[in-house]
């Protein structure tokens, strides 16, 4: 995909939208939104290469590398706030960009809501709750973009549910049908 400008354009096409809904799950500022969309496409572009279809579907592989360009993008800016450092060089957005971002941060509170509800789940079992009740990743998807095997997936799950059941409100009734 590096060196073909055409299957990397219907790559960033296909998967532009499931990115920026992922990320505006976890990020509630729309620049900064906007800015870890561009550098998840950039990434994609260094590492297309490691991408192994036997291992799992693209969706997870590139929810792989989502999640890491955020979980980067954190560590820089606790770095940042720990030296108390201004974030400088964002990328100045038009209005509508800006609006659009806004809508679709706003269509994920309630995500947003219940992500910062789970942090009390270690996190191993919560990026993998995420993965599968609120990207509905498969739980193969899932171990694959965590890069851990299904058996441990399961085990995590399993607890992220039990976790769930003792904890209401966090997910609604309904949700939690689908998880027992």
Do not use: C, K
């Not at 792989?64 to 957005?93: D, M």
């Amino acid at each position: 995909m590096a060196g073909d400008p055409e299957a990397f354009e219907a790559f960033y096409r296909r998967h532009f939208d499931e990115v920026t809904r992922f990320l505006a799950r976890r990020v509630d500022d729309p620049h900064t939104v906007a800015d870890l969309v561009a550098e998840v496409f950039l990434a994609v572009i260094d590492s297309a290469h490691t991408y192994r279809p036997a291992l799992g579907s693209e969706t997870a592989w590139l929810y792989g590398v989502t999640r890491n360009t955020l979980l980067a993008e954190r560590r820089r800016a606790a770095r940042e706030l720990q030296a108390g450092r201004r974030i400088a060089g964002r990328r100045l957005l038009e209005p509508d960009d800006v609006a659009r971002l806004e809508e679709r941060i706003d269509a994920e509170a309630t995500a947003r809501e219940a992500l910062h509800a789970m942090g009390e789940l270690p996190e191993g079992e919560r990026a993998l709750l995420e993965l599968v009740v609120v990207d509905q990743l498969t739980l193969t998807e899932a171990a694959s973009a965590l890069g851990i095997r299904q058996g441990t997936a399961r085990v995590r799950l399993h607890r992220a549910r039990r976790w769930l059941r003792r904890a209401p409100g966090v997910v609604p009734p309904l949700v939690m049908e689908g998880l027992r």
